[in-house]
């Protein structure tokens, strides 16, 4: 009898464990799949405010309060804007501080407690910046999706897509430098987003199932105007633009792909989501099979997935070894792979889905060049696109385009006061005998990707983007 009771305690015992050991994983699982809109990630530190001074603010020694560049500095309820760490100032052993260069709303006492967020600006495209825009309605599988609408005179517009636990207010940071040079821009809010249908099972699915919205996007800016367009991603809207470019109905009217932080294994970023939950190392494998099966998830080695990440058009990476929700390696690799087509631009000392924030300057020159091809006609040359999207019809557009485009000369990409960007890794170090340090495998040090090689069409005409007038 004893043995038969202690058998039943050691069984029932087992079952609770496993029980509570899915429980912990489902819960642990929840750190990506359920990450809200417009809330820090887990793996990004609050910070104590400890004063502010005329054009300063004092915040706890960190490593994310020491980061350079400017960022959003968020609280609830309050949003300012901070710039790098004064070197002028006096510091405390246990504190920082950095330029403050404006409040945006709330107030940032001592006392409060602030995470830093890649959002320089908050509100929309008129409130923040200033810019004329349209609030359109993209039609998505599930429902209507909201987006911004800034106009630009070229043919080639940008579709922005946000990533994990933000909003499309992200895309705020470039909407500015885009629009100088006449690029138009659609800024989408895709399922799960504040005013966009939810998913139906109410999760994150990595963009397995996102990325649909991103086409929907698409074939909105074809069918009003657009000849072709980039997609601009950052996150899970990274590897949502990776997915759109493979699997799109309208794929071959996708020119070129710009991915900050991509998240290229869904599988090693929920672990570093939820290791920073401070998830225990055993449960981790855990969490991954229970967002397998809550959100039907694809192993990352799955034959099914495999053609998604060999991107078959200009692609251009920013990313860095400071990420640790999206590991910089597999964005190394993918450049590696695919040095034909992926230029990889390392960011030093950046958080996830921030490399522009870093130094805003050289991530806008860098994309500055990348969008070059497919700024090369004159925007007073260019038809109207076929709808002015408040009501006005306006003559259509081809429905074909040239797949053919390039710079006048690769050296005019090359040259400029920051040197050539191609090679994109010039800080990485060397880590192979008898290779150039930055410089991918069948590529020339300091050389650009074949695709930057094309040949113009015949009467094609290049005009600096630099030289373009603000529409």
């Not at 504190?95 to 709303?105: A, F, G, I, S, W």
């Not at 629009?179 to 809010?189: D, G, I, M, Q, T």
């Not at 015949?458 to 529409?471: I, L, R, T």
């Amino acid at each position: 009898m004893r043995t038969v009771t202690g058998t039943a305690a050691a069984l029932a015992a087992t079952l609770a464990a496993g029980a509570a050991g899915v429980v912990a994983g489902r819960l642990a699982s929840d750190a990506a799949l359920k990450a809200p809109p417009g809330r820090p990630l887990p793996t990004e530190p609050r910070l104590t405010v400890h004063g502010t001074a005329a054009g300063q603010i004092t915040l706890t020694r960190d490593l994310a309060a020491l980061r350079p560049g400017r960022y959003g500095l968020a609280g609830d309820g309050s949003h300012a804007v901070v710039g790098p760490v004064l070197d002028s100032a006096e510091h405390g052993a246990d504190t920082v501080v950095r330029r403050l260069e404006r409040v945006t709303h709330g107030t940032l006492g001592t006392g409060d407690r602030a995470w830093f967020t890649p959002n320089l600006y908050v509100g929309n495209p008129g409130t923040a910046l200033g810019l004329d825009h349209a609030d359109v309605e993209v039609p998505g599988e599930l429902g209507p999706l909201p987006a911004w609408f800034v106009r630009g005179a070229r043919p080639t517009w940008i579709v922005a897509v946000h990533g994990l636990a933000a909003t499309r207010e992200h895309a705020l940071n470039l909407m500015g430098p885009l629009h100088s040079r006449s690029v138009p821009v659609l800024a989408l809010a895709h399922r799960g987003d504040v005013g966009a249908p939810p998913s139906p099972d109410g999760l994150h699915h990595f963009g397995e199932t996102e990325w649909r919205d991103v086409d929907a996007a698409v074939r909105y800016a074809l069918d009003h105007g657009a000849r072709q367009v980039v997609l601009l991603g950052w996150s899970t809207g990274a590897t949502m633009a990776l997915r759109t470019a493979a699997l799109s109905g309208v794929r071959e009217r996708i020119a070129g792909l710009v991915l900050d932080s991509p998240v290229l294994s869904w599988e090693t970023t929920l672990r570093a989501l939820a290791a920073a939950r401070r998830t225990p190392a055993p449960l981790l494998p855990l969490a991954v099979r229970a967002a397998q099966g809550r959100a039907g998830l694809h192993a990352d080695r799955d034959a099914g997935t495999a053609g998604l990440y060999r991107p078959a058009v200009p692609t251009l990476i920013f990313h860095g070894p400071g990420d640790t929700v999206a590991p910089w390696r597999l964005s190394r690799r993918l450049a590696d792979t695919h040095s034909r087509m992926v230029a990889l631009h390392t960011v030093k000392d950046a958080p996830h889905g921030a490399m522009w924030n870093a130094d805003p300057a050289d991530y806008e020159e860098t994309l500055r060049r990348f969008m070059t091809p497919w700024c090369d006609t004159s925007p007073t040359a260019l038809p109207a696109s076929r709808h002015d999207l408040r009501g006005t019809t306006r003559a259509a557009v081809p429905s074909r385009h040239s797949d053919t485009v390039a710079p006048a000369t690769p050296a005019a990409l090359m040259s400029g006061p920051r040197g050539g960007v191609w090679d994109g890794s010039r800080d990485r170090p060397r880590d192979a005998p008898g290779r150039v340090a930055g410089v991918a495998p069948g590529r020339a040090p300091g050389g650009p990707p074949e695709w930057l090689r094309r040949v113009p069409p015949a009467g094609a005409v290049a005009v600096p983007f630099s030289a373009v007038p603000v529409a």
